[in-house]
């Protein structure tokens, strides 16, 4: 079984076109907020638990894209999945240190933000800050955590990503964990982040190939 995690205010079903590349049973879990409820309440604990529980097995392969590529880092530090493997996970979000203090902030205002990310990809338009912060919490939580992680994993980076920091995620993978990274070819790509569908990435055939492959290996 293989579990797919989708990222910050991303459709759910934007996992189907990776999804559609896995010879194995697959489920998308969406995350409490991007399913027609509002993000309004959503914390990191929140996620965690959510996920925590939608994966009842440590029989299963988990792949996770941006935040959900940091949940999955966060629940393999507790948890022995078969296999993890991340596509853009969100471990050291750019500016981290300047928007975690912000998204505390601007959590507690009842104020919706609008979304950089076009209309294809995201799950609403105006998305309030706590969820913003919920990711900056978890990233932060993640970092600085010094627990080593088993389980076998595979993590892939556009090497100009332009919303994660691909080097302090890359050198925590390294220190915390036995994963392959593997930093795919400069193709053009949204935001150099958007790896999950042919429509933002001109190598995703690419990348959905060696998804299938790591995960049958």
Known sequence: MVYLIHG?????????????????????????????????????EIL??????????????????????????????????KKVCLIAPAIYPRGLKLYLPISRVLSKVPIPLPTLSPKFYSQSRFVYPNLFNALFELAAEVYSSKLHINTQGKVFF????????????????????????????????????????????????????KVRDFLDS
């Not at 935001?191 to 999950?196: R, S």
Request: aromatic share 8%; proline share 3%; glycine share 8%.
């Open 158 to 209: 556009h090497p100009k990503d332009r919303l994660v920091d691909v080097k302090r995620s890359a050198s925590w993978i390294n220190q915390n964990t036995t994963w392959d990274v593997e930093l795919l070819p400069e193709d053009r790509c949204l935001f150099n982040h958007m790896l999950i569908s042919e429509q933002s990435y001109k190598g995703f055939e690419g990348l959905g190939t």
């Open 8 to 44: 910050i205010n991303l459709k759910p079903e934007r996992m189907a076109e990776l999804e559609g590349f896995l010879s194995q049973d697959t489920e998308i879990i969406a995350l409490p907020g991007h399913k027609g409820d509002s993000t309004r309440n959503v914390t990191k």
């Open 48 to 81: 965690l638990e959510y996920v925590d529980k939608k994966i009842a097995t440590d029989n299963c392969a988990i792949v996770g894209f941006s935040l959900g590529g940091l949940i999955a880092t966060k629940l393999a530090i507790k948890r022995n999945f």
